[in-house]
Nanobody, 124 residues
């Protein structure tokens, strides 16, 4: 059974940085595109960042570009999301997802597997 397990969330102050991790039990992890999404209370799930099989194939939400970095370590079957200059509006549950097609995508429905999420709370 495929498992994606996020970690690294927590309560931080505005302006702080945070690194989220997502460990995957995918046998062929390197073939998957990986994505990060987030969902704030009362809002729809929104795209944050994605990385393809090639580590230089990345795409970011326009509103977050410049403050976040997605990366992956295939030997550890892990994808990361670095977030800087956090703001209260970044408060959300952050989800990691895997897409077997292997190409970076912003669309929720392209992803085959999802983690349970990790909560990030940014206080002002």
């Amino acid at each position: 059974q495929v498992q994606l397990v996020e970690s690294g969330g927590g309560l931080v102050q505005a302006g702080d940085s945070l690194r989220l991790s997502c460990a995957a039990s995918l046998r062929t992890f390197s073939n998957y595109a990986m994505g990060w999404f987030r969902q704030a209370p009362g809002k729809d799930r929104e795209f944050v960042a994605t990385i393809g099989r090639r580590v230089d194939h990345t795409h970011y939400a326009a509103s977050l570009k410049g403050r976040i970095t997605i990366s992956r370590e295939n030997d550890k079957k892990t994808v990361y999301l670095e977030m800087n200059s956090l703001r209260p509006e970044d408060t959300a549950i952050y989800y990691c997802a895997a897409d077997s097609a292997g190409l970076p995508t912003t669309r929720v429905y392209d992803y085959d597997h999802w983690g349970q999420g990790t909560l990030v709370t940014v206080s002002s």
